[in-house]
């Protein structure tokens, strides 16, 4: 079994900061992508931002500047820096990961619980 835990979310004021954690554990070979993901009401859960273990990220347009993704490989666990932060950033943000849990193995995509992130004067 592998586990996403996030950490982090909460309610911050427009032009306000959060940043989010989240630790993979359980059965990991190697993990390949982390990364975030968000759904606000009504709408499809979407990018955010990815990181390969190699540390080429990629970023959804509407973050770029003002979010930043980064992972500590030891601890299997990625961050996400939230700047300038905008009403329309609220939603649930969710852990990514592509997991390999043996060598020789796939990667199986993991997700988190989720964590929200409320961005209201």
């Known amino acids: 079994q592998v586990q996403l835990v996030e950490s982090g979310g909460g309610l911050v004021q427009p032009g306000g900061s959060l940043r989010l954690s989240c630790a993979a554990s359980?059965?990991?070979?190697?993990?390949?992508?982390m990364g975030w993901y968000r759904q606000a009401p009504g709408n499809q859960r979407e990018l955010v931002a990815t990181?390969?273990?190699?540390?080429?990220?990629n970023y959804a347009a509407s973050v770029t500047g003002r979010f930043t993704i980064s992972r500590d490989n030891a601890k299997n666990t990625v961050y996400l820096q939230m700047n300038s932060l905008k009403p329309e950033d609220t939603a649930v943000y969710y852990c990514?990961?592509?997991?390999?849990?043996?060598?020789?193995?796939?990667?199986?995509?993991?997700w988190g619980q989720g964590t929200q992130v409320t961005v209201s004067s």
């Open positions: 990514y990961a592509a997991v390999k849990k043996y060598m020789g193995g796939y990667f199986d995509d993991y």
């Open positions: 359980g059965s990991i070979f190697s993990i390949n992508v």
């Open positions: 990181l390969t273990s190699g540390g080429r990220p």
